[in-house]
């Protein structure tokens, strides 16, 4: 059973939005009690982590994104979520989810968004 199941990516223009999900499987990974992150792998590039919320909701988010990306999680549905507006071609990566800091056996397959005229 994958752990995180990330989906919503796709192909979109620069300007564009896109809104991420990570679902976590429930009988193994509960995000209510953990901080969790989404982190975003580029080609050629080390993965890097994008944004962090943690279990009382407080939000950080790397320069780069700072303003046009939004971490939230929906405890309820064990889901957390990335709303990514006015999107560029530098935000075109594989994305994952996994609690922060990482667990390195909690990787899923990633959800592929590319920014492309």
């Known amino acids: 059973q994958v752990p995180m199941a990330e989906s919503g990516g796709g192909l979109v223009q620069p300007g564009g939005s896109l809104r991420l999900s990570c679902a976590a499987s429930?009988?193994?990974?509960?995000?209510?009690?953990?901080?969790m992150g989404w982190y975003r792998q580029a080609p050629g590039k080390q993965r890097e982590l994008v944004a962090t919320?943690?279990?009382?909701?407080?939000?950080n988010y790397a320069d780069s994104v700072k303003g046009r990306f939004t971490i939230s999680r929906d405890n309820a549905r064990n889901t957390v979520y990335l709303q990514m507006n006015s999107l560029k071609p530098d935000d075109t990566a594989v994305y994952y989810c996994n609690a922060h800091p990482y667990l390195p056996d909690y990787w899923g397959k990633g959800t592929q968004v590319t920014v492309s005229s």
């Open positions: 919320i943690s279990v009382g909701d407080k939000t």
């Open positions: 429930g009988s193994i990974f509960r995000i209510n009690a953990n901080d």
